[in-house]
């Protein structure tokens, strides 16, 4: 599986990834996936929001115990973030079924649409509108870089954009949800272990902050006269890093736009998305709050996810299957907590990353370890559809 994939969507200059949700990439992966579901003869849906759930049993009768995770990347990402995850549902699947195994309930294999938001700006794109959380309207409204709406995409991939929103009846197919994910950090290398079970996700949100000044030539326009939104922006960057290391928090300003954006111009236009996240809320409010001052920029709050705990006697009936892994929280955003968030039991499982490097053509994950993550999952999954 990892072999039919592996080329879709990479730079081969960069050897990094790009699979914006809903870009020709995307649409081959989304392919991919049903051909998979297809060969093993599981039931595909594709729900109003255009994620993908490939069922063995019908979750109608009775809700299923899912797993699964996106194909999606943010840009010149890495191949393991979200297709590990894909890839580890349908193999624990086969393991399943060379075990001889039949489930007492449905098992779902889900594949979430836009989970990195690198196209629209939105992070869990498919699991907020499936939710509830993020209103079709303001979905429906997002541009990409091109001037695109999320609207005009879907219609130019055959879907209807007024399907958009709430899915109570697709959700309600979903009892459990077990992500496999690669991990993000390293954590699991300072601990020796090929696989851990996640306990919570911090607090996160990104927010735009729009520095608006005067573009003007830079050869003839005297310093004194500039209306230049670039320098507000630079100390705001330098702040950041400073509000951060006070607070305890992690906060970057990893995207930015420059109009005109000429090598003679001084900028009219700087838009800047910064990305905030900690152990506690408390703590990311006030680094937000304390650079919208500071800043003297318009901003606007783009996403925001309270902090999750995931489902302590799932998670433990997990690390307790799998060999007493180990129970660690971690900064980064899955549809899993927005599924947690809604209510359904979920946990995740980390595969070991030995730099710990994500968002990165240097993501990793040892075979040895992609098959640790595959076989706790199958026991996992038995454990969870046995009863
Ligand atoms: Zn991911």
């Known amino acids: 599986m990892w072999g039919a994939i592996e080329h879709l969507g990479r730079d081969d200059r960069t050897r990094g ?25 599981l039931d595909l849906r594709e729900d109003r929001n255009g994620n993908l759930w490939a069922w063995w049993g019908d979750p109608s009768e009775r809700p299923g115990v899912v797993t699964g995770s996106h194909l999606d990347s943010v840009r010149q990402g890495g191949a393991f973030d979200g297709p590990l995850g894909v890839v580890s549902a349908f193999a624990a699947l086969d393991v399943l079924r060379a075990r001889g195994f039949e489930p007492g309930r449905p098992l779902g294999i889900a594949c979430f649409t836009d989970e990195e938001g690198a196209r629209f700006g939105v992070p869990c794109m498919g699991s907020r509108l499936l939710t509830g959380v993020l209103d079709p ?7 990409d870089d091109e001037g695109d709406s999320l609207a005009e995409v879907l219609r130019g991939a055959g ?35 090929p696989v851990g079970v996640a306990s919570a996700i911090w ?16 050869g003839t326009t005297r310093l004194e006269d500039r209306d230049d939104p ?13 509000a951060a290391e006070r607070g305890g928090v992690v906060a970057t300003f990893g995207k930015f736009r420059v109009s005109p954006n000429n090598a003679n111009a001084v900028p009219g236009l700087v838009s800047a998305w910064l990305d905030a996240r900690g ?8 680094l937000v709050a304390e650079l ?14 309270p902090v999750v705990d995931f489902d302590v006697v799932l998670r433990e009936r997990i690390a307790a299957a799998v060999g007493g892994a180990p129970i660690l929280a971690t900064g980064a955003g899955h549809d899993a907590g927005i599924l947690a968030s809604a209510g359904v039991p979920s946990a995740m499982v980390f595969v070991r990353n030995p ?19 595959v076989t706790a999952l199958a026991t996992a999954l038995e454990d969870l559809c046995g009863s």
């Open 17 to 41: 990834y790009l699979r914006d949700a809903w870009s020709p990439a995307d649409l081959e992966l989304r392919q991919w996936f049903r051909q998979e579901a297809a060969g093993r003869g």
């Open 137 to 143: 309207d303001r979905a429906r409204g997002l541009t």
């Open 159 to 193: 879907r209807d954009p007024g399907e958009l929103g709430r899915d109570p009846e697709t959700l309600g197919h979903v009892g459990v949800f077990l992500e496999l994910h690669v991990e993000q950090g390293q954590d699991l290398v300072h601990r020796d272990a």
């Open 203 to 218: 607090p996160h949100g990104r927010w735009r902050f729009d520095f608006r000044g005067q573009a003007n030539h830079a």
């Open 230 to 242: 670039m320098l507000p922006f630079a100390r705001t960057v330098l702040r950041a890093r400073e």
């Open 279 to 286: 152990g506690e809320e408390a703590a990311v409010r006030a």
């Open 292 to 305: 919208v001052e500071f800043s003297g920029a318009e901003v606007s709050a783009e996403s925001w996810t």
């Open 355 to 373: 730099t710990g490097i994500s968002h990165s053509p240097d993501e990793y994950a040892e075979t040895a370890d992609c098959h640790a993550g």
